[in-house]
């Protein structure tokens, strides 16, 4: 729950224009405007520039993690276009609370599951204006998407508006919440 609140909370100053850095965590803007183009990244995190004690192994700098997180998500909607359940499989946490911009919340399980019997088949998910919050074991991902989706035989294109969060877990990342709100056409 405390994570959920957390995304809100950097949705609603992301909504406000603001652009901060909290706590431990690093603000990264990253420009996609569309597959074809490299993403484009300004970092506020000071870890770039730092330099490791002797002795110690090296860390990904938070600016690595958000670029990654930014990259692996774009992996994941690619996934879900393509019906690759497998790495879908691999990047879903079993916990998922995958909130769509219907209000239906879907589990791993039910999500995966909708994929594989063909009751919802994404066609394209293609995100534009990401943004990237490292909170050290967590990532939030704010930004647009534009989603083209066959939902009981019913097709659909839109853009949503979502929060997306990474948590690292036994040294991989995986999401673990998606919330998304449709965007007035």
Not at 134 to 153: H, K, P, Y
Request: with cysteine.
């Amino acid at each position: 729950m405390r994570l959920l609140a957390c995304a809100a909370s950097v949705a609603a100053r992301w909504r406000a224009g603001q652009e901060r850095r909290h706590g431990i965590g690093a603000t990264t803007r990253i420009g996609l405007p569309n597959a074809d183009q490299p993403a484009t990244m300004h970092s506020s995190s000071r870890a770039a520039g730092r330099t490791r004690p002797e002795g110690r192994s090296r860390r990904t700098s938070m600016a690595d993690n958000a670029s990654m997180i930014v990259e692996l998500d774009r992996k994941r909607m690619q996934a879900m276009a393509t019906k690759d359940i497998a790495m879908l499989e691999t990047v879903l946490a079993d916990d998922l609370v995958y909130t769509h911009s219907s209000a239906r919340v879907d589990t791993k399980r039910s999500l995966i599951d909708a994929m594989v019997s063909g009751a919802t088949v994404y066609t394209g998910v293609d995100p534009s204006d990401v943004t990237a919050q490292d909170l050290g074991e967590a990532v939030v991902l704010t930004g647009l998407a534009q989603i083209r989706v066959t939902s009981n035989g019913t097709p659909n294109a839109f853009v949503v508006r979502f929060t997306d969060v990474y948590a690292r877990r036994d040294g991989r990342w995986q999401m673990v919440t998606w919330q998304s709100t449709r965007l007035p056409t």
